[in-house]
Structure formats: C-alpha cells, structure tokens
C-alpha cells in the first residue's frame, strides 16, 4: 500500500456543486496533513492544514480521520477557478523526508 | 516581499548532460528543499539545505547534488542525465522551526532530457 493515495480523478463537476474528495494515509504514526493546490504547470501552493477537529475557510472545509486513515476536503457553491490538482501532504517524521506528497486528484469545474 | 525564485524556467538537455537549477529562498527563510515532480505525479523530495549543509535526502542517487550558498540561495545539479530525469524542479523555501507542511514553492524549472 502506497504511503498517501489519492484518486487522480478527473473529478467533472458543474459550477455551484458540492465537491468532496479523499486522501488515504498508510502511517497511523502520521501527526500533521495540509491540502495544496496546484494550477496547471504551476506551483503547488498551500490551501489550508487539517486539523483533529475539521477546519473551515469559506467554501472549503477540511477533515480528518484518524481512525480510518484519511483526510477529506470538500468544496462547497463551487467555482470555475477553483479548477486544478488538489495535493494531500502527510507528515510522518520529524524531518523533511518525512514529507509526502498525494499523486494529487484533478477537479474540472464545468460552466 | 520576493518570494522564492527559479531559474532557468524551462531547459532542454541531452542523455549524458549535466544540469545545475538555481532557487532563491522566500526573504527571511534559510531553509531550502528540492523536490522532483514528474507529470502526474506529486512532488518527490530529493534533499533539504539548512546552514549550507545537506540535512536530509530522499530516494534519489547520488548523481543529485546540491549546494546552500552564505545568503540562502541553493543550486539542484544533476549529473549524467536520462531520460527519466526529465521532470518539473520545484524549490521551496521555509524558515527553520516553521510548521512542517507550509512550503513556500517556486515557479519550478522544467527539464526535459532527450
């Protein structure tokens, strides 16, 4: 089983729905998860952190479960800029190579 | 504020070439990481440059070296290059003590080895 696995999608959703979609982790000993962003041919950019007890900013929300190994976000009245590749990051570890990057899943918003 | 720069954006090499990216760190972070992203697939950590040492590696063999200049900035060299080098660089940049997972990224440098 792969460290962090993601569906790489595509995800085709129209404009104004609800989005949701995972990543799986296979450490249980992982302590810190974050979502990137990554437009095409772009630089990921940090989204926002999971934390324990689930995060909001606006339209996305952002949840773990440590139980079940994942986290999860979810994007709300969605819109066409919100279309790109959406990383899940796992930290396992206390150094830089304890970082692990998601292959990333694919969100097309449709007009 | 200048955030983390790369050069060169885009560069075209041959099998058995050598290659050295450059990555100037986000003003005010001393930390630098180099990752490898092939297409579809999410950023590989190769190594990690604080105090102008190598502090952690990834999977990657040692024909991937690195340097950590006095002012921060850092170069990726890659030695006989193949084909599967080809691939988008990523630099990023934090200050020493941040939280683990905010990485500040460049542009990236995208090399293609034919």
């Known amino acids: 089983r792969k460290e962090v696995e993601q569906d790489p999608g595509p995800f085709n959703v129209p404009e104004g729905a609800t989005v949701a979609f995972n990543c799986t982790y296979s450490?249980?000993?992982?302590?810190?998860f974050f979502w990137y962003r990554q437009d095409c041919r772009k630089e990921p950019k940090l989204l926002m952190s999971?934390?324990?007890s689930g995060n909001e900013d606006g339209r996305f929300t952002a949840q773990l479960n440590r139980a079940s190994q994942y986290i999860s976000l979810l994007i709300r009245d969605s819109k066409l800029s919100d279309s790109a590749t959406y990383l899940c990051?796992?930290?396992?570890?206390?150094?830089?190579?304890?970082?692990?990057f998601g292959k990333g899943t694919h969100l097309i918003i449709q007009p | 504020d200048a955030g983390v720069t790369q050069s060169p954006t885009h560069l075209i090499k041959t099998r058995g070439q050598q290659v050295t990216l450059r990555c100037s760190p986000k003003s005010g972070h001393d930390t630098v990481s180099w990752y490898q992203q092939a297409l579809g697939q999410g950023p590989q950590f190769i190594f990690q440059?604080?105090?102008?040492?190598?502090?952690q590696r990834g999977n990657f063999p040692d024909r991937f070296s690195g340097h950590q200049f006095p002012n921060y900035s850092s170069e990726l060299n890659v030695n006989a290059l193949l084909l599967g080098d080809s691939a988008l660089y990523l630099c990023?940049?934090?200050?020493?003590?941040?939280?683990?997972?905010?990485?500040?990224f460049g542009e990236g440098s995208r090399l293609t080895v034919l």
């Open positions: 990023a940049s934090t200050l020493e003590g941040a939280l683990g997972g905010e990485l500040f």
């Open positions: 450490n249980s000993a992982s302590q810190s």
């Open positions: 999971v934390y324990s």
């Open positions: 440059y604080y105090e102008e040492e190598e502090r």
């Open positions: 990051v796992v930290i396992s570890g206390g150094g830089a190579d304890g970082l692990t």
